[in-house]
């Protein structure tokens, strides 16, 4: 450190060399986040009879390293809505605090209104679409899932870093776009079979696609958080991937211990 | 020293500061993206309907097969895009918002005439930083008579009969051309000398021929498909005698009926 | 539904079609970072849509050789009969530099239409009268549209990595077995061999969506001629580097007719 009145607290030119303070006087843009660092893998999200069930393994990956093991990317919100994750670690966290800061607000006046997942999927939605035309956007594919409180109606909306939103009954982020959505849509094509679908039947089928992850998406983890959110609440859990079988590994041929 | 694993521009003149050198850039970010779909506009003689299809994609993957791209604003004023379906969403809540403003600020509906302007103002102010989306926009106009008015990204709009946007108009702009505009038919014996006039289109006829565009289109591109949106707006019918009278009543008149129809098309 | 198309064919106008593009290079920010690479593969949020990478996706006329003189070509399948179509620009990009450039050429009881770049198409259609010619000397009978198919597939694999940059077309009524036969191909010769119609050239888009509206199975000749002159000419109007004239060849078992059609001149 430098200690030197005019130079204080930065770095010695002796130790660091002449500091360059060209970027001082840059014409170049300010610049923000152009790449997610610390990142999370696929959340999956499927519609059922009464309710939702929304799941996101533990896994926080810095490039392609398993940086962190224990990582909880399923946010309550409120009394019936969970926020699942994918992107940017950091800037999930940050946002988590948004919707910390949101809920204490929102409690203030007593008044016997509660935010329901429309309205955190909307809060959501509208800051990252603000960040997006800041050109600083917060780097997530975000779901939201909940469940009416008096109709048990579900709730199920995806917004990314652009604050490109949508719905459907059965949603995944990252990867499970493409390795879950096609056997999510094979049990719910649309909201019609929504109402055949069972919650054992939806857990079963989240676990089957979780194992597919597993299996194919190398940064995944074996161990995920769910939540079932339905008119009574909701319900959060933490699962291990059971029953796993790597036979098929046997067969690819290239990048294993194989001879040929 | 670090590893050039975590400072990958060590090789580099040492010291210097990061954002001082000019170095191409490592990932760039943009902030938009395509959504695909398609959507088309028809003005009647007493009527207007905007179509456009549910799919919404990014890329090869389907987000969702029920997306809506016609949104109603108020005042009997329908709003389509395409394009990116955040900006376009936004743009609709934006304009939906204005005319509302309007109609508290000025205690009457906006005209569709009037709404066309605020349409490409609103365009042109985000003329550095554009929606990237193309709006169609319709209404009945102080006639009762069907209005498109079309746009590009930055506010450039025009009143048109009929207009395709998105992914597939090239596909359906000439079929409409030929079907509702009756371009290259002429009166059958006049030897190619009388050109059939395109006259009052029934409704019904419309519609039917706006489904076969979007099944057309379906066939040959892969981001349409999935539902078809259609929604309508047409003359209310006149009022009875006993219903004329409160102002609370008033306040809704608009004079149009706008109506909304869904029906399947192709996943695939 | 059925759009019968009514009366005859020939000019009206229309109005231009403008369409923008976003700009791309707007927002170029320079920077560098001290943190590792994220391998895109394990983050697909980070892909953005392969559209707005590869900026304004069609190519501009200038380096695409495909699209640098214009034209187009229609085949479309009848009740024994079949017809093939094509228009009449030759250009240089948006220059026209003549209206008499016809793009399908007679083979015996085949026809091909030939898209793409003019010195190509002129090319292709020499080396095909050549090798046609032989096939009859050697074989003392004219080729067939199938046999052609495949001579026109085999021609083109051999410049697989020095393409023809051409969209050929086939059209043909089988002599022996009297059943309408078309076929399109990419440029490297692989067949689309396609039951109802085959579009090539740069109208492809604007001839997709018509003939998908129009075409219906089993059209007799008359119609199938109307058919396909609507289509052909609804596209060109909507394409500008193509149009100025155009020709159809109606072709049934034992009579041919080739008509030229008005169209606009702009």
């Known amino acids: ?260 | 020293m670090a590893s050039s694993y975590l400072l990958p521009h060590a090789q580099h003149a040492p010291h210097a500061h990061p954002t001082a050198s000019s170095q191409p850039r490592q990932h760039h970010w943009s902030p938009y993206t395509e959504n695909g779909g398609v959507i088309l506009g028809i003005a009647g003689k007493d009527y207007v309907i905007i179509a456009g299809d549910t799919r919404s994609s990014e890329g090869y993957n389907i987000n969702t097969r029920t997306a809506r791209k016609i949104f109603q604003l108020g005042s009997g004023i329908i709003l389509g895009v395409v394009g990116m379906s955040a900006d376009g969403e936004e743009l609709a809540r934006k304009v939906a918002r204005k005319i509302d403003d309007y109609k508290r600020n000025h205690d009457k509906h906006i005209t569709v005439s009037a709404a066309a302007v605020m349409l490409s103002r609103t365009l042109y102010q985000k003329r550095f930083f554009p929606y990237y989306c193309q709006p169609l926009l319709g209404g009945l106009d102080e006639n009762g008579v069907g209005a498109i008015y079309t746009y590009d990204y930055v506010g450039s709009f025009e009143r048109e009969q009929s207009r395709a946007f998105g992914s597939a108009a090239a596909l359906i702009t000439p079929f409409l051309d030929n079907q509702i505009n009756l371009k290259n038919q002429f009166v059958p014996g006049s030897n190619g000398e009388e050109p059939r006039t395109p006259g009052d289109m029934p409704r019904d006829l419309v519609e039917k021929i706006v489904k076969d565009a979007f099944s057309s289109a379906v066939e040959r591109q892969i981001e349409v498909g999935d539902g078809l949106q259609m929604v309508t707006v047409t003359r209310a019918p006149p009022r009875a005698e006993e219903e004329e009278a409160t102002v609370e009543d008033d306040d809704e008149w608009t004079g149009s009926t706008i109506s909304e129809t869904l029906s399947p098309l192709k996943q695939d | 539904m059925r759009h019968s198309p009514r009366g005859g064919v020939g000019r009206t106008s229309v109005s231009d079609d403008a369409q923008f593009h976003p700009p791309q290079a707007l927002f170029a920010i320079s920077t560098t970072s001290i943190h590792p690479p994220v391998d895109p593969a394990s983050a697909s949020y980070l892909q953005i849509s392969p559209r707005i990478q590869a900026g304004p996706h069609i190519k501009s006329t200038m380096s695409n050789p495909f699209t640098l003189n214009g034209g187009a070509c229609l085949a479309m399948t009848g009740k024994d009969c079949v017809a093939i179509a094509c228009d009449l620009r030759l250009g240089q990009q948006a220059l026209t530099l003549s209206n008499n450039f016809p793009k399908v050429f007679n083979y015996g009881d085949v026809w091909l239409g030939l898209t793409g770049l003019a010195t190509d198409v002129q090319t292709i259609h020499s080396l095909f009268r050549y090798k046609v010619n032989l096939y009859r000397l050697r074989e003392e009978r004219e080729i067939e549209p199938e046999t052609m198919a495949n001579l026109v597939s085999s021609t083109l694999y051999e410049r697989r990595f020095g393409p023809y940059y051409v969209s050929p077309v086939v059209a043909g009524i089988n002599q022996r077995t009297g059943k309408p036969f078309i076929c399109g191909f990419d440029s490297i010769g692989c067949i689309d061999f396609a039951k109802d119609f085959i579009v090539s050239g740069t109208a492809s888009d604007q001839l997709f969506g018509v003939a998908e509206g129009l075409w219906e199975p089993d059209l007799e000749a008359d119609e199938l001629f109307e058919t396909i002159s609507q289509t052909l000419l609804n596209s060109l109007d909507r394409d500008a580097l193509a149009g100025w004239g155009a020709h159809v060849y109606i072709i049934k078992k034992d009579s041919v007719t080739k008509r030229l059609l008005r169209t606009r001149q702009d």
């Not at chain 1, 060399?17 to 014409?27: H, K, P, Q």
């Not at chain 1, 923000?32 to 929304?54: A, E, M, N």
């Not at chain 1, 940017?88 to 997942?117: R, T």
Request: hydrophobic share 35%; glycine share 8%; with cysteine.
């Open chain 1, 1 to 260: 450190m430098n200690q030197h009145p005019h130079g204080w607290g930065r770095p010695r030119d002796d130790v660091y060399g002449a500091y360059d303070s060209s970027y001082l006087n840059s014409t170049q843009p300010v610049t923000h986040t152009q790449r997610p660092i610390v990142t999370g893998t696929s959340v999956l999200g499927v519609k059922f009879q009464d309710g939702v069930i929304i799941a996101a393994d533990n896994i926080a990956s810095y490039g392609s390293l398993a940086r962190y093991d224990n990582v909880e990317r399923l946010l309550q919100v409120g009394t019936h809505t969970v926020v699942g994750a994918g992107g940017d670690m950091s800037d999930m966290q940050y946002l988590h605090l948004l919707l910390d800061n949101l809920l204490i607000k929102e409690q203030y006046p007593a008044d016997d209104h509660h935010l329901h997942a429309p309205q955190v999927h909307s809060y959501i939605s509208r800051v990252l679409y603000q960040r997006r035309n800041k050109f600083d956007p917060l780097w997530n594919s975000i779901l939201t899932a909940g469940a009416d409180p008096n109709t048990s109606e579900p709730f199920l909306s995806y917004v990314d870093l652009r604050g490109t939103t949508f719905s459907a009954p059965a949603l995944a982020t990252g990867f499970g776009a493409h390795l879950a959505v096609p056997i999510l849509r094979r049990h719910v094509p649309d909201e019609a079979a929504v109402k055949d679908l069972t919650r054992e039947d939806a857990e079963k089928l989240v676990d089957e696609c979780m194992k597919v992850l597993w299996y194919r998406d190398a940064r995944s983890g074996v161990t995920y958080s769910w939540s079932v959110i339905t008119k009574e609440g909701v319900e959060t859990g933490s699962k291990k991937i059971e029953n796993q079988s790597w036979k098929f590994a046997e067969m690819i041929k290239g990048y294993g211990a194989q001879n040929i």
